[in-house]
């Protein structure tokens, strides 16, 4: 019988508190820390070589402070930048001179459709589709982390494209 379920109980039992505590100075709230601390142990499970760790407890509870630490920013982040949802008639409509250029929507179209298929799929999934890293990630294949990457070179030639035109 694996004795897996034991090692996490442990885990969970010797460092949750500290871990919400951890959530809670990055500014979560209560109950919002506990759940980064649930996601924490799924995401620390699913990561190759977390058994490894199984007989190192204290290096185990500094990756899962780690990971909440993280995602307590991110969630964070993700806050501040939201934007209340405002009713349809409470909003003006811009000048005339304000709306954007159609010539600039023509360029940025080119420029687009001179992105690889994979880079044109991660601007649209992150940028106008506003799916997170992870669920990006998850919709492409690949890792949090390649997304980020690509995201970073699709925008990187976007902008060359727009600014050479």
Same mark, same amino acid.
């Given at each position: 019988?694996?004795?897996?379920?034991?090692?996490?109980?442990?885990?969970?039992?010797?460092?949750?508190?500290?871990?919400?505590?951890?959530?809670?100075?990055?500014?979560?709230?209560?109950?919002?820390?506990?759940?980064?601390?649930?996601?924490?142990?799924?995401?620390?499970?699913?990561?190759?070589?977390?058994?490894?760790?199984?007989?190192?407890? +204290?290096? /185990? =509870?500094?990756? @899962?402070?780690?990971?909440?630490?993280?995602? %307590?920013?991110?969630?964070? $982040?993700?806050?501040?930048?939201?934007?209340?949802?405002?009713?349809?008639?409470?909003?003006?409509?811009?000048?005339?001179?304000?709306?954007?250029?159609?010539?600039?929507?023509?360029?940025?179209?080119?420029?687009?459709?001179?992105?690889?298929?994979?880079?044109?799929?991660?601007?649209?999934?992150?940028?106008?589709?506003?799916?997170?890293? +992870?669920? /990006? =990630?998850?919709? @492409?294949?690949?890792?949090?982390?390649?997304? %980020?990457?690509?995201?970073? $070179?699709?925008?990187?030639?976007?902008?060359?494209?727009?600014?050479?035109?």
């Amino acid at each position: 019988m694996c004795c897996c379920a034991d090692w996490v109980a442990r885990l969970a039992r010797d460092h949750a508190g500290h871990l919400a505590a951890v959530a809670r100075r990055e500014g979560a709230t209560a109950i919002d820390a506990l759940d980064l601390v649930q996601d924490a142990f799924h995401t620390f499970l699913a990561r190759p070589g977390s058994d490894a760790l199984r007989d190192k407890p +204290d290096d /185990a =509870a500094r990756v @899962l402070a780690a990971i909440v630490r993280n995602a %307590a920013r991110n969630a964070r $982040r993700r806050h501040h930048r939201a934007r209340p949802h405002v009713e349809l008639e409470e909003v003006a409509l811009p000048a005339d001179d304000t709306l954007p250029d159609p010539l600039e929507h023509e360029r940025l179209g080119r420029c687009m459709a001179k992105l690889g298929d994979i880079h044109r799929h991660v601007i649209t999934l992150r940028v106008l589709e506003e799916l997170s890293g +992870d669920e /990006a =990630a998850s919709e @492409l294949g690949v890792s949090p982390n390649h997304v %980020a990457v690509m995201l970073h $070179r699709a925008r990187k030639q976007l902008a060359d494209c727009m600014n050479a035109a």
